[in-house]
């Protein structure tokens, strides 16, 4: 009868622990389900952030080079006369324009000259009395058209139309380029998105309807008609929910769309769950494994010790967690001996896990990295961060400490190294498009007088005389117009701060781009009573974008002219140095002070010279950051030099085997 008893109690217990562990495991489950769904969510929304920044970047590039063409088509206007005599008075125009087509009509519209064939605009010039109703109708004296700053690439011709005293003088703009009109909008970046092979469908609609959708896209749900969409549309906050799309399951994110132009409104992004579905058969597996285990351990426990079993079965699970966490997991007991130290610890810390359990905590940690021995001495936890040196270099942690019941502590370090990277990465991305909206607004305020300027100085030049200080004048007209090409020159560097920067690398001979920047550099230098010695001791083969490499190394060597007096001396040597390629710039001119070291290759910052903007230089920077190199700056009492690396280089014959 006892044993019965005893049978039925360990069968009550069996099945009343194996419910709870079950219930447990369906939390468990729940739990994972979330967190994995959480987890695509935020993967997939940092995706979408980052193409939409690129659209934004994209979509200023269009509206500046909007602002350029109708900058332009206003600065031509100078070379226009009052009256057009001959077909040669409208060729001159294109030349000194340099516009593609400029026609010369009668008062009714009909041509009666032009610089070209135009077959391009053939159909524009048929109806062109329509197409510029308030020039021929005497309403207004010039005309833009074509120019759109919303819609930067849609519309017809873009160009200018000005009533002369014998007619009208049309001047076409140069079109966008194959490029701007197929590769840089923002469709094509959206589209880029959608080219993943995770992506199932893209798109973007508002109330009117669908704006973009990638071909997959049949059928979908309208924006009125769906209380998810408009929750996203209203509100403006992204959410996520799983749907059904071609008999597929899919993970579908929306997310609020900033208008860019037409593109406006709530994106959807449908993500394959193949590999969520196989991840959480995966992990719903090893649960089963594991209910098993825990299962036969019960049976075990009861049998031979209960309890001293459940103990066990919990410690191994706590230490498997610990093992695997992201994150470095160090505890101490009462006595401050390390109790527990997990494998991220040790491979964060560089310390070996077998020889620090059970020492002293401040023997191994002696700076008391982790705040354990404050913890203990106080009794509260703390959260801090930190910046310590690990096998990784200089790496940032997270840390959280706490006190044990036991009298110990514990402490959680994790590493968010690579979170602060990105939010920095971002940032920059942020100030470069800012310093695209100020480069617009340069270019629109400055050019146009400064064109005037220009024009003046060049015809005071070529048409006026005075009668006595002949000499004074041409020296005041030649400084006049040297100023007016260093302020131009300001104004495309602002400019070219807003270009996309991308490199597009190819593998090629360096030496002639090497020599061109050495006798380009040997002019200049020269020019300037300086003395110029080159070293090239490099002449094999590397992975560069042409014209983005001479443009560092111009202007690499620019400075190093501008910062020399006459007299010193300027060396420009290429070598091969421990795997890289190191072109070095180096001149005798004053040592760039403590102050602005600490600063170059940041916009704004020059290396000291007078005059100096900084572009040129962050420009170099940055070219070399997108060649995956570096400049390396060195000053000296005796001089400064400049050294941009490139890295892996490669021979010739080493490619072409590989």
Avoid at 128 to 133: Q, T, V, Y
Avoid at 252 to 277: C, H, K, N, W
Avoid at 393 to 405: F, H, M, N, T, Y
Avoid at 518 to 544: C, N, P, T, V, Y
Wanted: aromatic share 8%.
């Amino acid at each position: 009868m006892k044993i019965q008893t005893r049978g039925n109690r360990l069968i009550l217990i069996l099945l009343a622990i194996l419910l709870v562990v079950i219930a447990v495991e369906w939390y468990a489950l729940r739990a994972a389900r979330r967190a994995f769904s959480e987890l695509k969510f935020r993967s997939g929304l940092s995706a979408a952030e980052v193409m939409i920044e690129a659209c934004r970047t994209v979509y200023g590039f269009q509206v500046l080079r909007e602002f350029e063409r109708e900058s332009r088509l206003v600065s031509a206007l100078a070379f226009v006369p009052d009256t057009i005599r001959t077909g040669r008075d409208v060729e001159r125009i294109e030349r000194s324009a340099q516009v593609p087509l400029v026609v010369f009509t009668d008062f009714e519209g009909n041509i009666v000259h032009r610089s070209a064939s135009g077959g391009e605009f053939y159909s524009w010039l048929v109806d062109i009395r329509a197409n510029l109703p308030d020039i021929y109708d005497n309403f207004a004296q010039t005309q833009l058209f074509g120019i759109d700053l919303e819609l930067p690439l849609e519309g017809g011709p873009k160009g200018i139309a000005v009533r002369v005293e014998n007619g009208v003088v049309i001047l076409f703009a140069p079109e966008p380029t194959l490029h701007e009109r197929e590769e840089l909008t923002v469709g094509r970046m959206i589209g880029r998105l959608g080219e993943n092979p995770e992506v199932r469908y893209l798109a973007l609609q508002d109330e009117t309807g669908f704006i973009f959708a990638t071909k997959s896209v049949q059928r979908m749900s309208s924006l009125s008609a769906d209380d998810f969409l408009l929750d996203v549309h209203e509100t403006g906050a992204p959410n996520y929910r799983y749907a059904e799309f071609s008999g597929e399951r899919v993970f579908e994110m929306a997310l609020s769309f900033p208008q860019m132009g037409r593109y406006r409104g709530v994106l959807r992004i449908g993500l394959s769950t193949a590999d969520y579905d196989r991840l959480f058969r995966g992990y719903v597996l090893q649960i089963g494994v594991i209910l098993l285990l825990v299962i036969f351990a019960v049976v075990g426990a009861l049998m031979v010790s209960y309890r001293a079993r459940r103990l066990s079965a919990q410690v191994r699970l706590s230490d498997a967690v610990v093992s695997e966490m992201n994150a470095a997991c160090v505890a101490v007991n009462s006595s401050g001996n390390i109790s527990l130290l997990n494998p991220m610890s040790a491979m964060l810390f560089g310390i070996s896990q077998k020889e620090a359990i059970g020492r002293s905590y401040s023997s191994v940690f002696p700076s008391d990295e982790l705040g354990l021995e404050r913890v203990i001495a106080t009794g509260q936890g703390m959260s801090a961060r930190i910046e310590v040196e690990t096998k990784k270099g200089a790496r940032i942690l997270d840390v959280s400490a706490g006190k044990l019941s036991d009298g110990g502590a514990f402490a959680v370090a994790e590493d968010v190294t690579d979170i602060i990277e990105l939010k920095r990465e971002a940032a920059s991305l942020e100030h470069l498009r800012a310093l695209g909206e100020l480069a617009a607004g340069v270019a629109h305020e400055i050019r146009n007088p400064l064109n005037a300027i220009g024009i003046v100085a060049q015809r005071l030049s070529g048409e006026f005389r005075p009668t006595e200080g002949e000499e004074e004048y041409s020296d005041m007209l030649k400084n006049l117009r040297a100023e007016i090409s260093r302020l131009d020159n300001i104004v495309r560097e602002f400019i070219g701060l807003s270009a996309p920067m991308a490199p597009e690398l190819s593998f090629a001979p360096l030496e002639p781009l090497i020599r061109e920047i050495e006798r380009a550099g040997r002019l200049r230098a020269e020019g300037s009573g300086i003395e110029f010695e080159s070293q090239i001791e490099f002449e094999g083969k590397a992975e560069f974008d042409e014209n983005q490499l001479k443009k560092a190394l111009f202007n690499l060597l620019k400075n190093a002219v501008e910062a020399t007096p006459s007299g010193g001396k300027i060396v420009f040597s290429v070598r091969e140095q421990n795997g890289e390629i190191h072109i070095s710039v180096w001149d005798s001119g004053a040592p760039v002070p403590d102050k602005i070291m600490k600063k170059l290759g940041k916009p704004f910052v020059s290396a000291g010279k007078e005059g100096g903007t900084g572009i040129g230089l962050f420009v170099a920077f940055r070219i070399a950051k997108d060649h995956r190199g570096r400049i390396d700056v060195e000053t000296t009492e005796e001089g400064t030099s400049f050294t941009l690396v490139l890295p892996e280089i490669k021979s010739s014959r080493g490619r072409n085997e590989s």
